[in-house]
């Protein structure tokens, strides 16, 4: 580090020109002697001079084009560095040789990779819901900003019915195996192309592309009628139903308002008896 340091006065902000200053001198080493000798015996010889200075010239040329190509490696492993320090993914990874500097770039290469898992870990974990699997609220909203502007899309929120009534009479754990197997309903009746959340609580958020509302309340019937079939809930004579809520909207702009009037969907289910699914009133309906 002694020399590395010394000689940061030469390029401080470049390291291979700094190595190429370094190499140069070397190189003219041979043609600096043979000039100095010359002028000490006061004679000059052209013949020699000449082609000592050509191949000073081409070893120099040689020099610089290799020295930069060995420092490929090092190039490549700041560059996948910076990539990692600005949050950025890293795929390609060139493989490096059995020397100090391909050892340096696999290592980094391996950094890089293992960054790379451990943040998608992270993002993917603060966006699910830990009891139930699905996205949380977080990661509903960030999948559903990727909606393609004007693409027409169907909002549900749906919402289990007497729930709170689960949790007091059952306990805790069996309204959290009823939220599990909800969920895994929910899985099975909705297409993988649909966003599928856990809103908060016992409510739910479904993010339907391509759906009008008329299409996606015939895809949650069938839902409702399944959980009719085979019903669900600690009680037999009680099954597990739920309340919907649909609206409508074309591209991500529209999730908040398209949100509010789900919600007061929700709410007209609710209070038209629950078990039910109900269109948003104050939208003009698509064909």
């Known amino acids: 580090m002694r020399f590395y340091l010394a000689t940061r006065f030469l390029f401080p902000r470049h390291f291979h020109l700094r190595i190429f200053t370094i190499c140069f001198v070397a190189v003219h080493l041979p043609l600096i002697a043979f000039v100095t000798s010359q002028v000490a015996l006061g004679e000059w010889q052209w013949q020699v001079f000449v082609p000592l200075l050509l191949a000073t010239l081409a070893g120099t040329l040689a020099a610089i084009y290799a020295l930069g190509a060995l420092l490929e490696p090092i190039r490549r492993a700041s560059a996948m560095l910076r990539a990692v320090q600005d949050g950025q993914a890293v795929t390609d990874i060139p493989a490096g ?41 977080r990661g509903f909203l960030d999948a559903a900003a990727h909606l393609r502007a004007g693409t027409r899309a169907t909002l549900a929120l749906v919402d289990i019915d007497f729930f709170k009534r689960i949790n007091d009479i059952f306990g805790h754990d069996e309204g959290d195996m009823v939220l599990q197997e909800f969920s895994h309903r929910l899985g099975e009746t909705m297409r993988r192309s649909d966003l599928v959340a856990r809103w908060g609580g016992e409510e739910f958020a479904i993010l339907i592309p391509g759906m009008g509302p ?74």
């Open 97 to 137: 040789g059995r020397d100090l500097a391909g050892e340096l770039l696999d290592s980094v290469g391996l950094a890089a990779l293992a960054t790379n898992t451990r943040i998608s870990q992270l993002r993917d974990a603060a966006e699910r819901d830990l009891l139930t699997g699905l996205r949380n609220r």
């Open 214 to 287: 008329r299409e996606a309340r015939a895809l949650i019937e069938r839902l409702r009628t399944a959980l009719h079939d085979r019903p669900i809930g600690p009680n037999p004579e009680e099954p597990v139903t739920f309340s919907c809520g649909l609206s409508f909207l074309r591209g991500p702009e529209q999730i908040a308002v398209a949100m509010q009037r789900a919600d007061k969907a929700l709410y007209t289910a609710k209070r038209g008896g629950r078990d039910r699914i109900e269109l948003d009133a104050e939208l003009e309906l698509p064909a």
